[in-house]
């Protein structure tokens, strides 16, 4: 499914009230949520304002040009540059639990060695060393560890690519030496293992350190392990034959990545006016089937979709949401999606979008339920959410517990949210 990106103007004043518009590994289990303490925060969820909106135009990603150095070269200087830390929300192969959405970070300039230590052309990245031992191995030589944020910069080089080469992944290059790994800065061989980095991982709701960031990808790693802004951490004191480090020189740069506190996992929107929800429908593309006259499922709805499984309306059910209003939902730390049910006509929908910040949203998935007759209960089909015991699956349906219905949810393969579909 191709995402498509559309901006929500004059939403921004309002939404950064409630939401945060910057958020936010290969070995770890680095994104694991916290305890549900902390799940349970309670905090005011975002209005949703007046709407006007467009479709943002599609942007061609620039190319990379990989400098030629010749062999000669063996330290390259990073300019001092806005670095845009971690990948966009949404995007394929991201893990929003562990990187930042792109949030603008300034790096002084710094050197970096071209390959990792023993940093030679031809020469195979030193490993089996502690985070202790490969510091002191760049001390010696006059150098410092490289934070993370060096290390993802020299990687993304000057066009912020995804990976060193390019935005797009070329699995021939792995294995085939560390110059084909080069970046538009020219340093080279980023993915081609694990790196140290001189850089803690935390999380917010625990001033414990976890580990030790690393950087890179590990041999089983695929396009989603390699990126440059992908994350993970090991401990200081285990060396691995996996791990390498490089080396930097010149000024530190003080500069960390900071991750987002774990939110409620879902949140009704009880006062979306009826003319913003038309406007907000209106400027999603793979929703124009239902375009004529978008219409939110109201109370009513909500209780004929209930009383089919014999639910209570007017009954609290403790660990469930039922609802026919919008839902914010945070499937995990980092992520923040605005989910909805309504009609138009005789056919039913379902969508999520992802929440960028600033009034900015993407679509993340939707469907649409053809009201043809086949249905032998009312048309369009009453569609409501239900939230649940699981934070990473939002439920949608005409009823609750039948074979009707299906959900919103991570899917594993891409780390997108997806749609699903049982009748």
């Known amino acids: 499914m191709r995402i498509r990106e559309f901006i929500l103007c004059g939403l921004g004043a309002v939404l950064a009230a409630g939401c945060s518009c910057g958020k936010g590994g290969e070995e770890s289990t680095a994104g694991e949520d916290a305890p549900d303490a902390a799940a349970q925060q309670e905090e005011p969820g975002p209005p949703v304002p007046a709407v006007q909106s467009a479709k943002a135009p599609e942007k061609k990603n620039p190319a990379v040009e990989i400098p030629d150095l010749g062999d000669d070269v063996l330290e390259i200087a990073v300019p001092a540059a806005t670095l845009r830390c971690g ?85 021939g290059r792995y294995g085939a030496g560390l110059d084909v790994l080069a ?155 605005l989910a909805f049910t309504g009609y138009s006509g005789k056919d039913s929908f379902i969508a999520g979008l992802y929440h960028l910040g600033g009034g900015r949203f993407k679509h993340a998935a939707s469907m649409v339920l053809l009201g043809k007759g086949a249905i032998t209960y009312k048309t369009p089909v009453p569609v409501i959410l239900v939230a649940g015991v699981d934070r990473d699956v939002l439920n949608w349906g005409p009823c609750w517990n039948c074979s009707e219905g299906g959900a919103l949810y991570i899917s594993e393969e891409t780390g997108t949210i997806e749609i699903s579909h049982r009748w």
């Open 183 to 337: 970046s538009g800065y020219g340093a080279a061989g980023f993915g081609a293992q694990l790196e140290w980095t001189d850089s803690t991982y935390r999380l917010p709701e625990n001033p414990t350190p976890r580990g030790q960031v690393v950087r890179g990808g590990s041999p089983e790693a695929g396009a989603a392990g390699r990126r440059c802004a992908k994350r993970g951490y090991r401990m200081a004191d285990k060396a691995s034959s996996l791990v390498a480090f490089r080396c930097c020189s010149g000024g530190r740069n003080e500069a960390e990545v900071t991750l987002e506190p774990l939110k409620k996992p879902f949140q009704e929107v009880k006062d979306m006016a009826a003319a913003k929800f038309v406007e907000l429908v209106k400027v999603i593309p793979e929703l124009s089937r239902v375009h004529g006259d978008p219409k939110m499922f109201g109370e009513s709805d909500l209780s004929y979709v209930l009383m089919r499984r014999n639910i209570d309306p007017r009954k609290s059910y403790p660990g469930y949401i039922f609802t026919a209003s919008p839902v914010w939902w945070h499937p995990v730390r980092g992520e923040e999606l």
């Open 87 to 171: 990948s966009r929300t949404g995007a394929v192969g991201r893990d929003p639990a562990s990187e930042m959405d792109l949030v603008e970070m300034e790096l002084s300039a710094f050197r970096i060695d071209r390959y990792p230590y023993p940093n030679q052309k031809g020469a195979a990245p030193r490993t089996g060393v502690t985070l202790g031992e490969a510091r002191s191995l760049c001390e010696a030589e006059g150098k410092r560890l490289c934070t993370e944020l060096e290390w993802e910069a020299a990687c993304k080089g000057p066009a912020g690519a995804v990976y060193p080469y390019g935005f797009e992944y070329e699995a």
